[in-house]
């Protein structure tokens, strides 16, 4: 249905200075109708306190009514009333949903509490042409997928007066409005990229397919096998600004706080020490990605299987399932705002397999992530570095070296991968030597510990001694197959 408005209604062209949703809704019962036919607005809640008053005095006058109400439940109710009756102003652009029908108004009254009902007077736009949820942009669409009674939208009160100015042509104003469309398209890997990056570009395109459908990815395998590098190169490959994309971290300290929102100490002017709640990396790049939605978002999260997954991600499990919902998180900020993830906002882990810790990921993470291996053992990755030598200009030595040491390894998860051995170091013996002592045995160590000996098959002198004799065997046998020169047969 296309937006069409009452041209006596005038109230809405002046510019808006805020901007909330109002689900009118008790025991289930839609009350929309009858709102824009009186010409209010209203919410359903039996705390009678001064109209703007404080989130304190209002989660105190819960508190009394009810002293059993829990935490969260407390802060979301006293946050929802909060909105109403001190955050909303006189002025400010309200849009009712009725199913999938818009009403928007301007607020025209102060809050007033009668008989359990919290009440705006509100001067409504189009009583009778309610604008389709079809006609919205995809930032506003996510916002109405949130289910809070009220929701400060504030930051689409543009879009709002837009969708309720009153034109000479109705069409005309309703195309300055986004059409609604999915997660952006992802941008296709190409020939120079694929080239620049030594991998197959048909494998690297398979990777950004999967991702653009699952949303979420976990590239694991043994080290040096490149699966932080690709996940910033793809990263920056996919997103139109290094704004768009960020790179956490997961250690075994690391918390839902952390990543997610939790409170942090902070000093104020009178140097009193107080804690605010805080946004973490995640809550703060779904936040851009949402206000941003025609562009794709990208968080890497390093070493995912190294932190206490349940207890980082807690409600996420939910969303990352179901990116169409929302919920109230855990902290809540009162009860501020239900949360939800993006569409356009893509999340990318890697996970190391030598310490065996993927066999440890639980069946919720598996279902909700796609897994993509990098394994030096299979193609592509397993041919990175002779790709990368022979670009170089360089003798495919140190990619028969790794490949011995992998056979001997003999250990899919404890396989060494290529990007050891892709340095300017790896052109010489004694490059090759410091590489060996200082980066790949103390791993093999690592693996080994507590078994004597067991790594001294993996040295170095030990695995250029096998590569050149099998060098030698190859010669040797070329030169029996060679035809004889010119002085060979002559009597």
């Known amino acids: ?75 979301n109710h006293a946050g929802q009333v909060h909105r109403f009756i001190t955050g909303m102003q006189v002025g400010d652009l309200v849009l009712a949903p009725d199913g999938a029908e818009l009403y928007i108004g301007r607020v025209s009254s102060d809050a007033r509490y009668v008989e359990g009902e919290w009440t705006r007077d509100v001067a409504w736009t189009n009583p009778t042409e309610p604008v389709g949820r079809d006609s919205v942009s995809p930032a506003l669409y996510s916002r109405l997928r949130t289910m809070l009674t009220v929701t400060d939208i504030a930051d689409l009160a543009d879009e709002l007066t837009r969708l309720a100015k009153i034109a000479d042509d109705p069409d005309e104003a309703a195309e300055e409005i986004a059409p609604i469309t999915g997660a952006p398209t992802l941008r296709r890997i190409d020939t120079d990229t694929a080239r620049e990056l030594n991998l197959d570009r048909n494998w690297l395109q398979e990777i950004v397919d999967l991702l653009g459908r699952k949303r979420q990815l976990i590239l694991f395998g043994p080290p040096g096998t490149g699966k932080t590098y690709l996940a910033e190169r793809l990263a920056e490959h996919l997103t139109n600004d290094p704004a768009h994309y960020r790179v956490v971290q997961f250690h075994p300290s690391y918390s839902y706080e952390d990543f997610v929102e939790g409170f942090r100490p902070a000093a104020r002017a009178d140097g009193d020490m107080v804690y605010e709640l805080r946004p973490g990396p995640l809550k703060r790049l779904a936040d851009e990605a949402r206000a941003d939605p025609s562009n794709p978002y990208l968080l890497i999260v390093d070493e995912i299987n190294r932190g206490n997954l349940a207890r980082i ?99 899919r998860d404890l396989a060494i991968g290529p990007s050891y051995l892709m340095s300017p170091d790896s052109g010489d013996e004694a490059g090759l030597e410091r590489i060996w002592r200082y980066e790949i045995m103390p791993l093999l160590d690592e693996q080994f510990h507590g078994r004597p000996g067991a790594t001294e098959r993996f040295s170095l002198p030990a695995l250029l001694a096998a590569i050149d004799s099998d060098a030698d065997v190859v010669t040797a046998g070329r030169n029996e197959n060679a035809a004889p020169d010119d002085d060979q047969g002559r009597i």
């Open 1 to 75: 249905m296309r937006p069409t408005w009452d041209k006596a209604a005038t109230t809405l062209v002046q510019s808006a200075a805020g901007a909330w949703i109002v689900r009118m809704k008790r025991e289930g019962v839609r009350e929309v109708a009858d709102a824009v036919h009186r010409g209010d607005c209203r919410i359903f809640w039996f705390i009678d306190v001064a109209p703007g008053s404080s989130l304190a005095k209002i989660r105190q006058a819960f508190t009394d009514a009810d002293p059993d109400m829990g935490a969260n439940l407390l802060g």
């Open 313 to 411: 991600f807690g409600e996420l499990y939910y969303l990352l399932e179901y990116r169409e919902r929302s919920i109230v998180l855990q902290y809540g900020g009162g009860g501020d705002d239900e949360f939800s993830l993006p569409e356009n906002l893509y999340l990318v882990g890697t996970m190391n397999t030598a310490d065996r810790s993927i066999a440890l990921v639980d069946a919720a993470i598996r279902r909700r992530f796609g897994f993509v291996e990098f394994s030096p053992l299979e193609s592509p990755v397993g041919e990175l570095l002779r790709t990368w030598l022979r670009r170089k200009g360089r003798d495919d030595r140190p990619a028969r070296l790794l490949d011995e040491l992998n056979r001997r390894l003999d250990d």
